[in-house]
């Protein structure tokens, strides 16, 4: 089955890097994404990694993969007040039409001066 | 700047009332999805649709429809609305697989 599970909360300091965790149960996941949802908007995608691949580097963003444990995480270095909003992951499972993504319950980042 | 349009940010309906939510696209994208979000749920999918007239069930099919006439048109049908239906709805289109989606900026939707 599909679940995808992440914790509510994280609160950091500005300037800090912080660590949002994802877990995922379907191991014939294909691609893994992680969006960003600011108040009253819609989510925007900040990036995605491939099952085959274990890390993503993207500017300030680190993406692991650790398709052993279902373990995926998001680093964002030197986070900024601008970064306060819901982080959700996101697994899409590979075959069929409609392309289906499964989302966490997402994070809700916020960060403190 | 390419876009997926939900036509309304904010309604206010009354139980038993029958409410149309419309998402349009305009980046020729083939799968169109309609998910609610609720707190502490995260998005849950209503209903998909990945090529004109078609539409699958999602996870939470229950007291909704949907319509896809047109490729760039994807409508979400409440039949007769209620309180439990109260929640943020988002619409999404996207290309296929790797591509991730494109989010509409959500319809928050109150009955009462």
């Known amino acids: 089955g599909e679940d995808v599970e992440q914790s509510l909360f994280l609160s950091v300091r500005e300037g800090d890097s912080s660590v949002i965790n994802c877990t995922y149960t379907?191991?014939?996941?294909?691609?893994l994404y992680w969006y960003k949802q600011e108040p009253g908007a819609g989510l925007q995608l900040l990036t995605y990694i491939f099952s085959n691949m274990d890390m993503k580097q993207d500017q300030r963003l680190t993406v692991l993969l650790n398709k052993k444990d279902k373990h995926l995480s998001l680093r964002i270095a030197d986070t900024q007040t601008g970064d306060s909003a819901i982080y959700f992951c996101?697994?899409?499972?590979?075959?069929?039409?409609?392309?289906?993504?499964?989302f966490g319950t997402g994070t809700q980042l916020k960060v403190e001066l | 700047d390419v876009k997926v349009t939900q036509s309304s940010r904010y309604l206010v309906k009354r139980t038993g009332e029958k409410v149309f939510l419309e998402c349009v696209q305009d980046?020729?994208?083939?799968?169109m999805f309609w998910y609610r979000q609720d707190p502490g749920l995260g998005l849950r999918l209503i209903y998909f649709s990945y090529d004109v007239k078609m539409k699958e069930k999602g996870d939470i099919p229950e007291g909704y429809s949907v319509s896809r006439e047109k490729k760039e048109r994807f409508s979400l049908i409440l039949e007769s609305a209620s309180t439990n239906q109260t929640s943020m709805y988002l619409c999404a289109s996207s290309f296929g697989q790797g591509y991730g989606y494109t989010f509409g900026s959500g319809t928050r939707l109150t009955v009462v």
């Open positions: 379907d191991s014939s996941s294909t691609y």
């Open positions: 996101a697994e899409s499972i590979g075959g069929g039409g409609g392309n289906k993504l499964t």
């Open positions: 980046m020729d994208h083939e799968n």
